[in-house]
């Protein structure tokens, strides 16, 4: 690979690291953006189905359609996107340049990094029952695509957290017969969610999944084992859907001299991550008021970007114009004025 040497390089890219794209273009920095994935969307593939209601403006839009305008903005001022490398070691030449370098052997160079890695590389926690082969089934699932597969069916939702109680209550209102099993007394989850959970779902709890049992790849049935007495239930199930969180993983990037709290980098008000020229945005990030939504993970992506334009330039603005009155816009509203 040639030694290009970029302005900017976005490490993830989810909402923080696709916003980043897109504001740094403001600024004319030239910028890659470098995403573990096949492709651009972050955390945001884990809900693709999902109605979201608190980005500014958009109002209520499936998850799915958010990624591809997100990504649609991001590539506005033509970055590099890089898919399918992780970043795991980063390393400083003499002259101040930035070596990143990917699990393929890419190396990048940058005067700046942006990370914006979210949880890290995150492994779905997967099913794991004791005594039993792990089994491609055909109607196991760890997240859905399309709600309307399960109408009709009997689904078994496993899991106490947000992601569980709001899955069972999506598939109900999609025509599924659910029952959730969680193997404490309590859920986790919002307290309106966990109401409307009662009033329609089959509840389970303290149970745990101890078989599942079925025929040519097709889960049937399943047994759960009580968490206390050790009493066992069989039920008839048409898909079992898991919940059972996220592993975060910040390997990758613990040896490069982060300082690491229990929620991610700490990071400064700048969003300066204490190395030089090492900046962090979006759900990595952990500072006072950091808020974990897409939101905040924009508002990160904006002052990260500004404090990697001040550290290449230190006499350069605090930040970018309003995009209403900036000159990069200029061609780009005359030929969108010309075509309406
Ligand atoms: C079930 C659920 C529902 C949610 N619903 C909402 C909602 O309705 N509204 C809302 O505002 N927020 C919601 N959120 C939160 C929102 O998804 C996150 O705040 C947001 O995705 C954070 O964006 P991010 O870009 O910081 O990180 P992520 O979206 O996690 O993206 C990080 C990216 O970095 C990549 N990466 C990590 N390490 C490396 C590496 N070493 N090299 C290369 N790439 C790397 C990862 O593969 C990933 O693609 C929800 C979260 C969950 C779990």
């Known amino acids: ?60 839009t499936r998850c799915e359609s958010l990624i591809h305008a997100l990504e649609k903005q991001a590539r506005t001022f033509d970055p590099t996107v890089v898919l399918g490398q992780e970043i795991n070691d980063l390393t400083r030449r003499e002259d101040g340049v930035l070596i990143v370098r990917s699990n393929c052997g890419a190396v990048h160079y940058t005067r700046t990094v942006l990370l914006c890695a979210g949880r890290g590389i995150t492994e779905l926690e997967k099913l794991r029952l004791e005594g039993e082969p792990q089994q491609d089934w055909n109607n196991l699932y760890y997240t859905v695509n399309d709600c309307a597969v399960f109408a009709g069916k009997h689904v078994l939702v496993s899991g106490g957290g947000n992601a569980a109680v709001d899955w069972a209550n999506d598939l109900h209102d999609h025509g599924a017969h659910v029952t959730i099993v969680h193997r404490r007394t309590q859920f986790d989850a919002l307290e309106r969610n966990i109401e409307r959970l009662y009033e329609h779902a089959a509840i389970l709890t303290p149970y745990a999944l101890h078989q599942l049992q079925g025929q040519n790849d097709d889960i049937t049935h399943v047994s759960l084992s009580h968490s206390e007495n050790g009493s066992m239930q069989q039920f008839t199930v048409d898909a079992v859907l898991i919940n059972h969180g996220y592993k975060r993983n910040y390997d990758a990037l613990q040896a490069w001299g982060l300082h690491m709290g229990d929620y991610g980098i700490i990071v400064n008000e700048s969003m300066h991550t204490g190395i030089p020229g090492v900046f962090g945005a979006g759900d990595c990030v952990s500072y006072g008021s950091k808020v974990r939504l897409i939101a905040g993970a924009f508002n990160d992506a904006v002052l990260g970007v500004n404090s990697a334009m001040r550290y290449i330039d230190p006499n350069a603005t605090k930040m970018a114009g309003v995009s209403s009155h900036h000159e990069r816009f200029r061609e780009r509203n005359l030929q969108l004025r010309s075509l309406s």
């Open 1 to 60: 690979m040639s030694e290009d040497i970029y302005d900017l390089t976005i490490i993830g890219g989810g909402p923080a690291g696709m916003y980043a794209a897109f504001y740094s273009g403001i600024r004319a920095m030239k910028t890659k953006l470098i995403e573990a994935k096949p492709q651009l969307g972050g955390f945001m593939w884990r809900y693709p189905e999902k109605m979201v209601w608190d980005v500014g403006a958009v109002g209520p």
